[in-house]
């Protein structure tokens, strides 16, 4: 069935560098796009979405790539700082009747000090 | 803004038992909310969307019978694990998504609650 994926389980970086995240996505139809950041015993936390219109969007240190003809999404944080340490992952919406989230499979960005 | 709360955070109980999980959508409506289930190290998986004053349509392979799922009101939909046995221990997570305003654009992100550690003994 359709699914997102990401490359990378893993990702440490040293405080102050920038980090990228990178996620897959199969559904050509998903027109929504989410990331989000998991603390360890937390729910999901909102940090930057993307619609299929665009390609590039910015928030505060974060930036969501999304390149539709490689159906690829990323995630860049800049000035990477210990607080960035979490799961975070990629999300796309398929459409429809049902307008539900799919999930990549999460990867750990661990920031060393 | 945009705050979800769930309730409560961890249950600890015997076989056979049924709990009840509450998830509230504090500052906004939301006409939308989502039962996610999540295993040690692993992603979200969507057990059930529901709608407000509707049956909620549940995930392939989801037990309706053992997960009920009611949304009575635009801030509350409610999980209960039915007789639960310790293969029923997870991390339960809910989310919400709010109406859409006339004008804005189609697509609004879920927010989720900070889930509910369930420990069947």
């Known amino acids: 069935g359709e699914s997102v994926g990401l490359h990378l389980p893993t990702l440490s970086v040293q405080e102050g560098d920038n980090s990228i995240i990178n996620c897959a996505y199969s559904?050509?139809?998903?027109?929504?796009f989410i990331w989000y950041k998991q603390e360890s015993g937390k729910g999901p936390q909102f940090i930057i979405d993307?619609?299929?219109?665009?390609d590039k969007r910015q928030g505060q240190r974060v930036t969501v790539l999304l390149n539709k003809t490689v159906k690829h999404l990323s995630l860049q944080i800049a000035a990477t700082q210990p607080g960035d340490s979490a799961v975070y992952f990629c999300?796309?919406?398929?459409?429809?009747?049902?307008?539900?989230?799919?999930f990549g499979t999460g990867t750990l960005l661990a920031v060393q000090p | 803004g945009a705050v979800v709360s769930q309730h409560p955070s961890r249950v600890i109980c015997k076989s056979g038992t049924s709990v009840k999980i509450e998830c509230r959508s504090l500052?906004?409506?939301?006409?939308?909310m989502f039962w996610y289930r999540q295993f040690p190290k692993q992603s979200l998986m969507l057990m059930a969307t529901?709608?407000?004053?509707?049956?909620?349509?549940?995930e392939q392979g989801v037990e309706k019978d053992k997960f009920l799922i009611n949304h009575a009101s635009l801030t509350l939909s409610t999980l209960t694990v039915t007789s639960a046995h310790p293969e029923d221990s997870s991390f339960y997570i809910c989310?919400?998504?709010?109406?859409?305003?006339?004008?804005?654009?189609?697509?609004?992100?879920?927010?989720f609650g900070d889930g509910t550690r369930l420990s069947i003994l």
């Open positions: 989310s919400a998504r709010g109406r859409r305003v006339l004008g804005e654009q189609k697509n609004q992100p879920q927010h």
């Open positions: 559904n050509s139809a998903s027109d929504y």
């Open positions: 993307i619609r299929s219109n665009m």
């Open positions: 529901s709608n407000e004053g509707s049956k909620a349509t549940y």
């Open positions: 500052d906004f409506q939301a006409t939308t």
């Open positions: 999300a796309e919406n398929y459409g429809g009747a049902t307008n539900k989230l799919i």
